[in-house]
């Protein structure tokens, strides 16, 4: 069984900074990454960033430059560094492990979420 636990959510006020970490725990052989996505109240949910297996890396066009995601391949731990927060950064960030193999099929797992909140 697959789980993802996060962490390092919590409130901070605009241009502060806050470290989100993502551990992953389970029989994992292979999969392909690792990432962030986050939901807004009354919003889809949308990528934030990701990172590959073969440490390719995407970021939303609105996080560019402000945050920054690594991971521990040791651990199965991805981190999503903010800084330079936003109020429209403020929503419930969820951790993504996606092309897990299992067998000949591929699955994604989702954390539970974390929640980001930035006061103006």
């Known amino acids: 069984q697959v789980q993802l636990v996060e962490s390092g959510g919590g409130l901070v006020q605009a241009g502060g900074s806050l470290r989100l970490s993502c551990a992953a725990s389970?029989?994992?052989?292979?999969?392909?990454?690792m990432g962030w996505y986050r939901q807004a109240p009354g919003k889809l949910r949308e990528l934030v960033a990701r990172?590959?297996?073969?440490?390719?890396?995407n970021y939303a066009d609105s996080v560019k430059g402000r945050f920054t995601i690594s991971r521990d391949n040791a651990k199965n731990t991805v981190y999503l560094q903010m800084n330079s927060l936003k109020p429209e950064d403020t929503a419930v960030y969820y951790c993504?492990?996606?092309?897990?193999?299992?067998?000949?099929?591929?699955?994604?797992?989702w954390g539970q979420g974390t929640q980001v909140t930035v006061s103006s």
């Open positions: 389970g029989i994992i052989f292979s999969f392909k990454g």
């Open positions: 993504n492990l996606f092309g897990v193999v299992v067998g000949i099929v591929e699955h994604d797992y």
């Open positions: 990172i590959t297996s073969g440490d390719r890396i």
